[in-house]
């Protein structure tokens, strides 16, 4: 089958493709990028957040209150409603592109640039669809977050912290994500007295835990993602060349685009963890 690179040069040099004009590269190959974009990302690949695919501009439902549940009694009338508490969340992802130039001599002369198209590709991707979710939880008012100091490098902190969303009736958070500091400053801790590194507690021995530059020290995230918010797909990476798109610096153009953004479904499954409320 085509590899990206190898499709490059096709596209660009191949006596099977038109003198000019984008080429587009097939579903099955850019559908290899995104499923290393999908892995590389904290929030999808690391926290589990969950990928909804949308045709069109779509309204998803965010569920901000549960039902109530009742023990009922035969016979008797003690069930009463109880509707969830859910509001319209309007989606209508806008274009996230990245425009590589490519040189006549790159294309002819790299047999390796099938390999290093797909890691620069699904690492840039990865770490932008990682600022806008964070962004967007960061944002969320209705996200709760920590009333006390609850420092993300320490971990009593941590614990105080699940302590608190437990509190609110969440489960035990499935990931935590912190600044890359504060993360190496808890790995870090250790034993006053023993000097033996202290580690994850087993309450959260399943805890999943992660860092996103997204994040400045001092604050955190943690909860259950796949429940709590997702990625909408608009579309997927497509990725076409222009052929002579710079003709006077005798460069090609690799245009890669998708349509992708965070969206926040259930705020009562996640936490904002905070040194300074």
């Not at 009922?72 to 109880?82: G, K, L, Q």
């Not at 958070?173 to 912190?178: L, N, V």
């Not at 001092?218 to 579309?235: H, P």
């Not at 998708?258 to 259930?266: G, I, N, P, T, Y």
Request: aromatic share 4%.
């Amino acid at each position: 089958g085509f590899t990206l690179g190898g499709f490059v040069r096709d596209a660009i040099v191949g006596s099977r493709k038109a003198a000019s004009g984008p080429a587009l590269v097939p579903t099955f190959v850019s559908g290899n990028v995104i499923d290393n974009v999908r892995q590389q990302t904290v929030l999808i690949g690391g926290a589990g957040a969950s990928t909804i695919i949308i045709d069109g501009p779509t309204n998803m439902a965010r569920i901000t209150q549960d039902p109530t549940v009742y023990q009922h009694t035969e016979a008797a009338e003690d069930i009463v409603e109880s509707d969830i508490l859910a509001t319209p969340v309007s989606l209508n992802p806008k274009l996230l592109a990245a425009l590589i130039p490519l040189t006549v001599e790159l294309v002819q002369d790299s047999p390796n640039l099938d390999a290093a198209l797909n890691a620069s590709l699904a690492g840039a991707f990865a770490v932008k669809l990682d600022q806008l979710g964070i962004a967007k939880l960061l944002a969320d008012t209705g996200i709760p977050k920590s009333l006390a100091t609850q420092d993300p490098a320490l971990w009593a902190k941590l614990l105080e912290a699940v302590g608190a969303a437990l509190g609110l009736n969440q489960a035990l958070p499935t990931a935590h994500i912190s600044a890359p500091a504060d993360l190496i400053a808890r790995a870090g801790q250790t034993a006053s007295t023993s000097g033996v590194w202290l580690g994850a507690p087993p309450l959260l021995s399943a805890m999943r835990e992660l860092h996103s530059t997204g994040l400045t020290a001092g604050t955190a995230l943690f909860g259950d993602f796949a429940a709590g918010c997702a990625v909408a797909m608009r579309q997927e990476l497509r990725v076409e060349v222009v052929r002579h798109a710079k003709p006077t610096s005798g460069s090609h153009l690799l245009v890669a685009h998708m349509r992708a953004d965070f969206v926040v479904l259930q705020p009562g499954r996640l936490f904002k963890q905070l040194k300074t409320v």
